[in-house]
């Protein structure tokens, strides 16, 4: 009996064993045969990768394939571009981690409350977030179709130990336009001519999205469709590791991190820095093999926490950046030789390999970092009394909700008054403000977006010095403020709808509420009557005083178009879908100030604006001009190019604007058009290097203050050629925040909510003081410098001298910006500047 029950053992074990191989046969077997069937990027595109740049689409089908061809691959969507191009990320893990995917994802949203459960390491390779930084795109397909078939021990020791997310496109608008340039200019010979027009891209070129916006730039401002998406998906996986691959100017050679030391933002644990050392080896590694030359430490920083590079650091994770020499096209020549975009290729997959290799060596401290950085004790999740930041949009909602929206896509909790506080002797209301607890999961981050410094170890920055929310959406803010969230809300109060009444005699709009530039352009589309006030007022309504301010819109209700009836519904419905409030009022006689029938109150004409585009201008401030007019105005911006405006007749339209750049090529006869167009009743908005060539045609009547001028502030004597770079860093205005002395009694400040205002100032130039009367608006203030960095000779220079000017001309006028007001389109503080050049300026005549 006893040797019959060792046999029947045996037997079972003989059987359990077949079975458990016949299941790692079939496995693999089946591995083998799903790879089988990828095709690499050459095989799937006919040709060798890098012998025609790839458009998104072409990037995306392939990205399709690896996903229905290998057990490894799955897709991720983070939404679509502006252009409807479809976003996909990669995720690329072993068959058995691909199963369990929900549970790893539910594991990653624990990571912030420094409780996460042990779990694969996550590592996050992404591409081409400037679409003419084409190598990176390339690269992804690669070593995408690497990890989706080799047999490498040490690849699938990677996979079976980590989850890799591959975006070979951050950008797939800008992407587009460069391939399909470059491309269109690609011959069978190669031509390596820097002047060829193969690498030198027509405006407003591909680097930057379809509004012509750095999305490099937009880490922490969400601006657009393509940003939000990716912070979505970078708060989903909380990645331990972030690689974000570029490319630079083609007289370079190969750049990764660590960047310039004294340039790390006082924010990033010194732990971050130390792990990027370390993982440095391993790049350097990979790069001595093929004899790449490669630098560090210089050039780039880690201060500006908006880059792709920079904003894992204060997330808890590790981002590196790395830059290749751009070929921009087939080849170049540069400084260090031939440049061939297959190399740029190869050395964007050989510091790929890199990273995956230096992650896993150091997954266990990338892990360990993460954990610390959630699981200080004042990085709680919010209940009872805390500290916190109380905020104030003064008047605009819409404003509020903008900043409430952003705060949350980076899963920062913001809390909402239930009654109107005092604080401060500041006036909080439930409809205009929010309360930010400081001990929260996202702290560090919230710290960061609130951050307020104006002295530096190093003067030197790769991008701005300041981007102080507080400053760009022009807040009141007290700092320190305990209140009980419990007694707060989570969510603002329900839309409560305009009740409006057709025996009223106007309905009134306070003109500080953001949307009401959406409400008036729409009701100008409609042909319904608006007027502003110029001056303030008081009416007596159901026995409540109601002041109004400078700016206010009244629309009477009796109107050539609809009845009083059908007027209050279209009002209703408007106020309803742009969240306006409207004041209905039945008397027409002011308590103080002007009647409603006043000559101080001025009808809004209707508006068609025209922009200059095209070589010289700066594209940037052209697509913040756009974006403003399509997603905030909802009016249509003619878009012209400088080389065809002599031929434009102007007469159509009532708005000109002219954005930072150089007019060299624009003779200066054409700023007599211009100065006609104006005594004709059209108003010229001008900006920044604009404003020297209307100077220069003798249409500007203020005297400007440029670089020559300013650079003569700064002593010399005694300086080494070693103070150079000193010396250029002072000289520098990479953004600084300026205070402003506001005219509130004119027209283009009103809806500003005060006499002081916030700008970003970035460029070197200034205005000279005029003894004009009624001409200056705006004045830098006494001591101008609110936030970041700038040099005391600058400060001391732009003291008390305009930065807004209004110049009469005829029935029209010339407004002269030293500043761009819609940075990044961020800088909601002070856009209205724009909305009140469009629909108040015009009445000035």
Same mark, same amino acid.
């Given at each position: 009996?006893?040797?019959?029950?060792?046999?029947?053992?045996?037997?079972?074990?003989?059987?359990?064993?077949?079975?458990?191989?016949?299941?790692?046969?079939?496995?693999?077997?089946?591995?083998?045969?799903?790879?089988?069937?990828?095709?690499?990027?050459?095989?799937?595109?006919?040709?060798?990768?890098?012998?025609? #740049?790839?458009?998104?689409?072409?990037?995306?089908?392939?990205?399709?394939?690896?996903?229905?061809?290998?057990?490894?691959?799955?897709?991720?969507?983070?939404?679509?571009?502006?252009?409807?191009?479809?976003?996909?990320?990669?995720?690329?893990?072993?068959?058995?981690?691909?199963?369990?995917?929900?549970?790893?994802?539910?594991?990653?949203?624990?990571?912030?409350?420094?409780?996460?459960?042990?779990?694969?390491?996550?590592?996050?390779?992404?591409?081409?977030?400037?679409?003419?930084?084409?190598?990176?795109?390339?690269?992804?397909?690669?070593?995408?179709?690497?990890?989706?078939?080799?047999?490498?021990?040490?690849?699938?020791?990677?996979?079976?130990?980590?989850?890799?997310?591959?975006?070979?496109?951050?950008?797939?608008?800008?992407?587009?336009?460069?391939?399909?340039?470059?491309?269109?200019?690609?011959?069978?010979?190669?031509?390596?001519?820097?002047? #060829?027009?193969?690498?030198?891209?027509?405006?407003?070129?591909?680097?930057?999205?379809?509004?012509?916006?750095?999305?490099?730039?937009?880490?922490?401002?969400?601006?657009?469709?393509?940003?939000?998406?990716?912070?979505?998906?970078?708060?989903?996986?909380?990645?331990?590791?972030?690689?974000?691959?570029?490319?630079?100017?083609?007289?370079?050679?190969?750049?990764?991190?660590?960047?310039? =030391?004294?340039?790390?933002?006082?924010?990033?644990?010194?732990?971050?820095?130390?792990?990027?050392?370390?993982?440095?080896?391993?790049?350097?590694?990979?790069?001595?093999?093929?004899?790449?030359?490669?630098?560090?430490?210089?050039?780039?920083?880690?201060?500006?926490?908006?880059?792709?590079?920079?904003?894992?650091?204060?997330?808890?994770?590790?981002?590196?950046?790395?830059?290749?020499?751009?070929?921009?096209?087939?080849?170049?020549?540069?400084?260090?030789?031939?440049?061939?975009?297959?190399?740029?290729?190869?050395?964007?997959?050989?510091?790929?390999?890199?990273?995956?290799?230096?992650?896993?060596?150091?997954?266990?401290?990338?892990?360990?970092?993460?954990?610390?950085?959630?699981?200080?004790?004042?990085?709680?999740?919010?209940?009872?009394?805390?500290?916190?930041?109380?905020?104030?949009?003064?008047?605009?909602?819409?404003?509020?909700?903008?900043?409430?929206?952003?705060?949350?896509?980076?899963?920062?909790?913001?809390?909402?008054?239930?009654?109107?506080?005092?604080?401060?002797? #500041?006036?909080?209301?439930?409809?205009?403000?929010?309360?930010?607890?400081?001990?929260?999961?996202?702290?560090?981050?919230?710290?960061?977006?609130?951050?307020?410094?104006?002295?530096?170890?190093?003067?030197?920055?790769?991008?701005?010095?300041?981007?102080?929310?507080?400053?760009?959406?022009?807040?009141?803010?007290?700092?320190?403020?305990?209140?009980?969230?419990?007694?707060?809300?989570?969510?603002?109060?329900?839309?409560?709808?305009?009740?409006?009444?057709?025996?009223?005699?106007?309905?009134?709009?306070?003109?500080?509420?953001?949307?009401?530039?959406?409400?008036?352009?729409?009701?100008?589309?409609?042909?319904?009557?608006?007027?502003?006030?110029?001056?303030?007022?008081?009416?007596?309504?159901?026995?409540?005083?109601?002041?109004?301010?400078?700016?206010?819109?009244?629309?009477?209700?009796?109107?050539?178009?609809?009845?009083?009836?059908?007027?209050?519904?279209?009002?209703?419905?408007?106020?309803?879908?742009?969240?306006?409030?409207?004041?209905?009022?039945?008397?027409?006689?002011?308590?103080?100030?002007?009647?409603?029938?006043?000559?101080?109150?001025?009808?809004?004409?209707?508006?068609?604006?025209?922009?200059?585009?095209?070589?010289?201008?700066?594209?940037?401030?052209?697509?913040?001009?756009?974006?403003?007019?399509?997603?905030?105005?909802?009016?249509?911006?003619?878009?012209?190019?400088?080389?065809?405006?002599?031929?434009?007749?102007?007469?159509?339209?009532?708005?000109?604007?002219?954005?930072?750049?150089?007019?060299?090529?624009?003779?200066?006869?054409?700023?007599?058009?211009?100065?006609?167009?104006?005594?004709?009743?059209?108003?010229?908005?001008?900006?920044?290097?604009?404003?020297?060539?209307?100077?220069?045609?003798?249409?500007?009547?203020?005297?400007?203050?440029?670089?020559?001028?300013?650079?003569?502030?700064?002593?010399?004597?005694?300086?080494?050629?070693?103070?150079?770079?000193?010396?250029?860093?002072?000289?520098?205005?990479?953004?600084?925040?300026?205070?402003?002395?506001?005219?509130?009694?004119?027209?283009?400040?009103?809806?500003?909510?005060?006499?002081?205002? =916030?700008?970003?100032?970035?460029?070197?130039?200034?205005?000279?003081?005029?003894?004009?009367?009624?001409?200056?608006?705006?004045?830098?203030?006494?001591?101008?410098?609110?936030?970041?960095?700038?040099?005391?000779?600058?400060?001391?220079?732009?003291?008390?001298?305009?930065?807004?000017?209004?110049?009469?001309?005829?029935?029209?006028?010339?407004?002269?910006?030293?500043?761009?007001?819609?940075?990044?389109?961020?800088?909601?503080?002070?856009?209205?500047?724009?909305?009140?050049?469009?629909?108040?300026?015009?009445?000035?005549?």
């Amino acid at each position: 009996m006893l040797r019959l029950c060792l046999l029947l053992l045996s037997i079972v074990s003989l059987l359990v064993s077949f079975a458990t191989n016949a299941q790692s046969v079939i496995s693999v077997s089946s591995v083998s045969q799903a790879t089988d069937n990828l095709a690499s990027p050459s095989e799937f595109l006919g040709y060798p990768l890098g012998q025609w #740049h790839l458009r998104h689409d072409q990037i995306n089908y392939y990205l399709k394939q690896l996903a229905q061809n290998s057990p490894r691959v799955s897709l991720e969507s983070t939404g679509q571009s502006h252009e409807a191009r479809q976003q996909l990320t990669a995720v690329i893990t072993s068959a058995p981690n691909q199963a369990r995917l929900a549970q790893i994802i539910a594991g990653r949203q624990q990571v912030k409350t420094g409780k996460a459960p042990d779990g694969p390491l996550i590592i996050w390779l992404a591409y081409s977030i400037h679409g003419d930084e084409a190598s990176g795109a390339h690269a992804a397909l690669e070593v995408g179709y690497r990890l989706s078939q080799s047999q490498e021990p040490w690849v699938q020791d990677l996979l079976d130990k980590a989850v890799v997310l591959i975006t070979p496109s951050q950008n797939p608008d800008g992407l587009d336009r460069f391939s399909t340039w470059t491309n269109n200019y690609t011959g069978k010979i190669k031509v390596s001519d820097e002047n #060829h027009n193969e690498h030198r891209q027509n405006w407003p070129a591909g680097r930057r999205n379809h509004y012509f916006a750095d999305l490099n730039r937009d880490w922490l401002f969400l601006r657009h469709p393509e940003s939000q998406g990716r912070i979505a998906l970078f708060h989903k996986w909380q990645p331990h590791y972030l690689g974000d691959f570029h490319e630079m100017g083609h007289n370079q050679t190969f750049f990764f991190q660590p960047g310039v =030391p004294t340039r790390t933002h006082p924010l990033t644990p010194k732990e971050n820095q130390e792990i990027t050392d370390k993982l440095a080896s391993f790049h350097a590694k990979a790069l001595d093999e093929s004899k790449q030359a490669y630098f560090t430490k210089q050039m780039f920083d880690d201060f500006y926490y908006g880059k792709g590079s920079t904003y894992p650091d204060i997330n808890g994770a590790v981002g590196i950046l790395f830059e290749q020499a751009s070929v921009r096209g087939q080849q170049q020549d540069s400084e260090n030789g031939l440049l061939r975009f297959s190399q740029a290729i190869d050395n964007q997959i050989a510091t790929s390999f890199s990273s995956l290799k230096g992650a896993l060596a150091l997954a266990d401290e990338l892990k360990q970092y993460q954990s610390r950085f959630y699981q200080r004790r004042d990085k709680h999740p919010p209940s009872g009394r805390e500290a916190g930041f109380l905020l104030s949009a003064q008047g605009d909602p819409a404003r509020r909700d903008d900043l409430a929206e952003l705060l949350n896509r980076h899963e920062i909790q913001v809390f909402y008054l239930k009654e109107n506080m005092q604080q401060d002797r #500041h006036q909080y209301r439930q409809d205009d403000s929010l309360f930010v607890p400081i001990n929260q999961p996202q702290k560090t981050l919230l710290l960061a977006l609130f951050d307020l410094r104006t002295e530096f170890e190093d003067a030197t920055f790769y991008d701005v010095s300041s981007w102080n929310l507080v400053f760009s959406y022009n807040l009141q803010m007290a700092r320190n403020v305990n209140l009980n969230v419990d007694d707060l809300l989570t969510q603002p109060r329900p839309y409560s709808p305009a009740r409006l009444s057709p025996n009223d005699v106007a309905v009134l709009v306070d003109w500080r509420q953001q949307n009401a530039a959406p409400l008036l352009q729409t009701l100008l589309s409609e042909g319904i009557r608006v007027k502003f006030a110029a001056k303030p007022f008081s009416l007596k309504v159901k026995g409540h005083t109601l002041n109004m301010m400078p700016g206010t819109l009244q629309i009477p209700l009796t109107q050539a178009v609809l009845t009083p009836r059908g007027l209050v519904d279209r009002l209703e419905a408007l106020a309803k879908q742009y969240d306006v409030k409207l004041q209905g009022v039945d008397t027409g006689l002011a308590s103080s100030g002007i009647d409603l029938g006043s000559p101080d109150f001025h009808d809004i004409a209707p508006i068609k604006a025209l922009v200059v585009t095209g070589y010289g201008t700066s594209s940037t401030e052209v697509g913040e001009l756009w974006y403003f007019m399509d997603n905030l105005v909802g009016a249509p911006l003619t878009q012209v190019d400088v080389s065809r405006l002599p031929r434009i007749d102007l007469t159509p339209y009532t708005h000109v604007f002219l954005v930072d750049g150089s007019y060299a090529n624009l003779e200066e006869k054409y700023a007599r058009k211009l100065g006609q167009f104006a005594i004709e009743g059209g108003v010229i908005v001008a900006q920044k290097g604009a404003l020297q060539w209307l100077s220069n045609g003798n249409l500007l009547k203020s005297d400007i203050r440029e670089k020559r001028y300013f650079s003569q502030l700064f002593a010399t004597d005694g300086l080494t050629f070693g103070d150079k770079a000193r010396l250029d860093a002072r000289q520098a205005i990479g953004g600084a925040v300026m205070a402003l002395d506001l005219d509130a009694s004119h027209p283009i400040t009103f809806g500003l909510g005060g006499n002081r205002l =916030p700008v970003l100032k970035n460029k070197v130039f200034g205005l000279s003081k005029t003894q004009a009367p009624f001409v200056t608006a705006a004045t830098y203030a006494d001591d101008p410098l609110l936030d970041g960095f700038l040099a005391e000779e600058y400060q001391r220079s732009l003291s008390q001298t305009p930065a807004i000017i209004v110049e009469r001309h005829g029935k029209g006028a010339l407004v002269a910006l030293a500043d761009n007001l819609l940075f990044r389109n961020i800088w909601l503080g002070s856009q209205k500047v724009y909305a009140n050049s469009l629909y108040f300026i015009p009445a000035l005549h």
